[in-house]
């Protein structure tokens, strides 16, 4: 049995879907008791900041997908461990090897980290870019028009199908890939308005790219986000500490195919758009 933890979000889903589809015995953690889940799949309700109400969810467990950033990290891993799991596969990120715990996003990956590596159990870290469905943030603009405000307009991504680290984290639940770290990327660097063109592409409209100055794009971070994050990615994209241009051919090494382009994932999620 495995354990998928953010099972309902844009990575914890497509892991959920990629067990379900290989016909492993799957588990996922929810927050509500109806959420909606693949055939076959098993629901358990709790919550990764309360470890001490996972007992359930965590019997007969030998492999949890686990997402970084929680509170009682370590007592969520004891709490594993004692249980019998054997096996975690982390959803970490880039900014983990950067180790700055000066910066919020690198602090709870690095964190998350070297609670798993100090927890006794078998390991394996997801490092992904950013994901191809980051650009899912634009949806309101795209509801409301053509024009496409961009954020850090000048920052080239090598960004990643959340369905791609899926099926790497698949796999790595399975076993094999014990103490490693999996830099995960698309095929290819591009800016966002490269992305954007992609999707006038795809979706048929002329849409226009209109790139935010450091002052608009610090204005729009600080009117969304506290303030740790903000300057988080300010470190990131604006002084350059995290680079996220480099390609890694780990998909293709790992499950045997090409990681998407952002083209593959525009077109299977045009309908999101429209």
């Known amino acids: ?30 927050r509500r008791p109806d959420a909606v889940l ?17 007992t359930d969810a965590l019997k007969g467990v030998e492999g949890v997908f686990l997402m970084s950033g929680y509170e009682d990290m370590p007592g969520m891993l004891a709490r594993a461990r004692d249980a019998g799991v054997r096996r975690i596969v982390l959803l970490s990120g880039g900014s983990a090897a950067l180790a700055d715990l000066d910066n919020a996003v690198s602090r709870y990956m690095t964190l ?12 394996t870290f ?13 949806l309101p603009q795209l509801h409301e028009g053509d024009t496409v405000r961009v954020q850090f307009p000048d920052v080239p991504v090598a960004c990643i199908d959340p369905a791609d680290i899926a ?10 890939h014990e103490g490693l770290v999996h830099e995960l990327t698309g095929p290819v660097a591009m800016r966002p308005v490269e992305q954007v063109s992609v999707l ?24 969304g986000m506290p303030r ?8 990131f994209y604006v002084d350059g500490t995290l680079d996220e241009a480099t ?28």
């Open 228 to 235: 740790e994050y903000v300057d988080a990615f300010w470190n």
């Open 126 to 138: 997801l490092r992904p870019r950013a994901f191809s469905s980051n650009a899912l943030r634009w």
């Open 112 to 123: 998350s980290e070297r609670a798993v590596r100090e927890s006794g159990l078998d390991w």
């Open 200 to 223: 006038a592409s795809v979706l048929g409209r002329d849409l226009r790219f209109v790139g935010l100055s450091n002052e608009e794009t610090r204005a729009e971070l600080e009117a």
């Open 38 to 54: 693949p055939d076959g799949v098993e629901a358990a309700v709790g919550d990764l900041n309360s470890p001490g109400g996972l």
């Open 1 to 30: 049995m495995f354990l998928v933890t953010g099972a309902t979000g844009n990575v914890g889903r497509e892991v959920v879907s990629a067990l379900a589809a290989a016909g492993a015995p799957v588990r996922a953690l929810v």
């Open 167 to 176: 099926a790497v984290a698949a796999l790595a639940l399975a076993g094999g």
């Open 247 to 274: 390609v890694y051919p780990t998909v293709a090494e790992v499950t045997g195919r090409p990681a998407r382009t952002f083209a593959q994932w525009a077109e299977a999620h045009a309908a999101a758009f429209r």
